[in-house]
Structure formats: structure tokens, C-alpha cells
């Protein structure tokens, strides 16, 4: 079974970049057929798909965010990250990593939450 | 990129059904048989409950069964119990190597 945990501070001043990792447990990031994904969700809102990598590198982001975003993977560590730069108070929320096929995100991090503020 | 279009709330007394709706477009919902739907309890990461429109995980009780018409998507909860009060979220493939999800539905049993 695949366990994830992301990881990364807490609180990030406006127009910085926010950094998260995701740990991988359970199995090997580069094998299988897996996307590992980025979402998130504001306070008292609903999930917003950020974007996702496969285990080739290759990328998808959601439009909006799209000229803000990357993501990477790291197969020696096991880790991927979400890198959102120039960010503003409408960043704050909790974000997920999560992995799965083409369709889903089947494996699921507790979540993590960002607050930016100065 | 629009979310796509969930009822607010939804309710019903243990035992009876509960059917939860989400609507899209022929560009997402209807193009693809790409639908899922989530389940989050307050203060947890959501969890898949349904995948590709009617494929259920393993572990996942058979009271919860997707389906979709056209551009519409819905999930129903047979047998409602107390743990099923939840938000409940869709998500479907749009077609652009991007994902939507629903706006979300809140169950509550009554």
C-alpha cells in the first residue's frame, strides 16, 4: 500500500514561492504506472487540482495556475514537489499530494497547511 | 475550467438512498469515462469511493455505486449509515490533460 506524507513550511510571506514535498513509502516512485499529483483545498472550500507527474517527468498543470507551477520528481529520494511561485493570500489552503492512475487519486497525504502571510 | 456542478446538500434517514448528482459538460463528464468521486469526513484527506464511473476500490462498501447519462454523473448511497455523512466531491478527466472536480455535496443522515 502506498503512503504518502508531505512536508514544507508552514507559513510563506506574499509574493514568495511556496516548496512542498511528498515522501513515498510503500513502493517505489518509478515503478508502476503511477501520476503523482498535487491538490488543494481553501478553508471551508472545495479540492482544485493543481497538476501532476508521471514517473517518465512529464507534466500536466491545471490553466490557471499553469505559469506559476512546478512540479518535479526525485526517484533517488523517493520524493516529488509542487513549487507555486509568487504567491498571495488566495494560496492559503491545505494541500494534498496524492497518487494514481490516469483518472484518480486512489493514495491519499494527511494534507499540509500553507498560510500565506506576512 | 469551470468545477462541475454538485447539489449543496443532500440528506436522508438511515436505511433509505441518496443520490448525489454531477454535471459537466460533453468536454469533460460526458467525453470521457473518467468520473470519480471522493468522500471527506471534517479534518481528513478525502477518499476514493468510485473511479472511472463505476468501479469501486477494493475495501469500498457495495452500498456506493456510480453511474452517468450523458453529461451528468451521479453517485448513490444505498443503505445510508451514520459514517456516510461526509462532503462528497467529483472529479472528471476534461480532455485537456487537466481535472475538474465538483464543488462538493454535503450528506447528512438524519
Known amino acids: 500500500q502506498v503512503q504518502l506524507q508531505e512536508s514544507g513550511p508552514g507559513l510563506v510571506k506574499p509574493s514568495q514561492t511556496l516548496s512542498l514535498t511528498c515522501t513515498v513509502s510503500?513502493?517505489?516512485?518509478?515503478?508502476?504506472?503511477?501520476?503523482w499529483s498535487w491538490i488543494r483545498q481553501p478553508a471551508g472550500k472545495g479540492l482544485e487540482w493543481i497538476g501532476r507527474?508521471?514517473?517518465?517527468?512529464?507534466?500536466d498543470y491545471t490553466p490557471s495556475l499553469k505559469s506559476r507551477v512546478t512540479i518535479s520528481i526525485d526517484t533517488s529520494k523517493n520524493q516529488f514537489s509542487l513549487k507555486l511561485s509568487s504567491v498571495t493570500a488566495a494560496d492559503t489552503a491545505v494541500y494534498y499530494c496524492?497518487?494514481?492512475?490516469?483518472?484518480?487519486?486512489?493514495?491519499w497525504g494527511q494534507g499540509t497547511l500553507v498560510t500565506v502571510s506576512s | 475550467q469551470s468545477a462541475l456542478t454538485q447539489p449543496p446538500s443532500a440528506s436522508g434517514s438511515p436505511g433509505q438512498s441518496v443520490t448525489i448528482s454531477c454535471t459537466g459538460t460533453?468536454?469533460?463528464?460526458?467525453?470521457?469515462?473518467?468520473v470519480s468521486w471522493y468522500q471527506q469526513h471534517p479534518g481528513k484527506a478525502p477518499k476514493l469511493m468510485i473511479y472511472e464511473v463505476t468501479q469501486r476500490p477494493s475495501g469500498v462498501p457495495d452500498r456506493f455505486s456510480g453511474s452517468k447519462s450523458g453529461n451528468t454523473a451521479s453517485l448513490t448511497v444505498s443503505g445510508l449509515q451514520a459514517e456516510d455523512e461526509a462532503d462528497y466531491y467529483c472529479s472528471s478527466y476534461d480532455g485537456s490533460n487537466n481535472f475538474v472536480f465538483g464543488s462538493g455535496t454535503k450528506v447528512t443522515v438524519l
Open positions: 507527474i508521471y514517473t517518465s517527468g512529464s507534466t
Open positions: 496524492a497518487s494514481g492512475y490516469s483518472g484518480y487519486a486512489k493514495y
Open positions: 460533453s468536454s469533460d463528464v460526458g467525453g470521457y469515462n473518467l
Open positions: 510503500g513502493d517505489s516512485i518509478s515503478s508502476g504506472s503511477y501520476y
